[in-house]
């Protein structure tokens, strides 16, 4: 799966503060992303956010 820094992607779960929307900030075997709900910050591992996209949204340069 082509996932770069600055996509946004939707995921299958809601965050706690109802945000299903997150900004990758970091990519290798884990991936760091930022909730646009709450800015919540985390990191996952590869498999575990790969199985979960529903969509992706090509964040072009953003940082």
């Known amino acids: 799966m082509n996932v770069q820094i600055g996509d946004i992607l939707t995921l299958k779960k809601k965050h706690p503060c109802g945000s299903v929307r997150w900004r990758v900030t970091r990519v290798g075997a ?22 979960n996209i529903k969509k992706i949204e090509t964040g072009g340069d953003a940082p």
Do not use: N, Q, T
Not at 34 to 51: A, D, F, Q, T, Y
């Open 30 to 51: 884990d991936f760091k992303l930022v909730c646009l709900g709450c800015g919540h910050e985390l990191m996952l591992p590869r498999s575990r956010v790969e199985k």
